[in-house]
């Protein structure tokens, strides 16, 4: 496993920009099977080199504006592509998925996600709909495996004894439900990581507009979506 360095897109992600992204948040309620998971796991990271993502941060990425940084992106634009998300995502209902077992990955710790074909459908939803205001050439983030990041690599860990280390947390599985989507502003904080001179990168971000899943467009949502 190496160490995680951010990236706008295909590119490196330079200190201090800030991007529009969009996140699948899970439901973490105090005692939920997720954020049990997810607590048990961070505990199992412990002595690695590995920037756990806090529980309030817990996401799933659906897609980035790599075209240009969040400072870029006007008001204005900010208000329709909050619109035409909504419109894009109306009567998609909550999602109920499954999260684990957690994996080494090359650049941290994950968790598979199952079943995530209407997470798949959602995704494509939600690029549409960024496309619609934003361009065609406004999305470089590739879209793969969907997935929840655990926590990112600092520095170079051993992947089989990590792997092996996570693999002891149990339970390995948690069911959990998606009942938003928000449009966000993303940013990296370095962070000190106990035990280890390196210096990892934790994600923060501030919310521009949430979106439920089993919201119903009203009559001028409508119109704006087809006022281009």
């Known amino acids: 496993m190496k160490a995680f360095h951010p990236t706008f897109g295909r590119q490196p992600w330079p200190d201090g920009v800030r991007v529009l992204q969009v996140y699948a948040l899970p439901d973490l309620s105090a005692g939920?099977?997720?954020?049990?998971?997810?607590?048990?796991l961070h505990k199992s990271l412990a002595g690695f080199p590995v920037v756990p993502v806090p529980d309030d941060h817990a996401h799933i990425t659906l897609d980035m504006i790599?075209?240009?940084?969040?400072?870029?992106?006007?008001?204005?634009?900010?208000?329709e592509l909050a619109d035409r998300l909504r419109t894009a995502v109306a009567g998609t209902g909550p999602l109920v998925l499954q999260a684990g077992s957690p994996l080494a990955y090359r650049t941290g710790v994950r968790l598979d996600l199952h079943p995530d074909h209407q997470l798949a459908v959602l995704q494509h939803r939600v690029r549409s709909a960024i496309h619609q205001v934003c361009g065609p050439d406004s999305t470089a983030y590739p879209l793969g495996v969907l997935h929840m990041t655990a926590?990112?690599?600092?520095a170079d860990v051993d992947t089989d004894e990590l792997a092996q280390v996570i693999h002891r947390v149990r339970p390995g599985h948690a069911p959990f439900t998606v009942r938003r989507i928000e449009l966000i502003e993303v940013y990296w904080q370095r962070v000190p990581v106990d035990g280890s001179d390196a210096s990892g990168r934790r994600i923060r971000?501030?919310?521009?507009?949430?979106?439920?899943?089993?919201?119903?467009?009203?009559?001028?949502?409508?119109?704006?979506?087809?006022?281009?």
């Not at 400072?71 to 634009?77: F, M, N, Q, Y």
């Not at 926590?151 to 600092?154: I, L, T």
């Open 66 to 79: 790599t075209s240009t940084p969040a400072d870029a992106i006007g008001e204005a634009e900010r208000r």
């Open 151 to 154: 926590g990112y690599a600092a």
């Open 205 to 228: 971000w501030d919310t521009v507009a949430a979106v439920p899943l089993d919201d119903v467009p009203t009559a001028g949502l409508h119109a704006t979506s087809d006022s281009r």
């Open 32 to 40: 939920s099977a997720l954020r049990t998971l997810l607590g048990d």
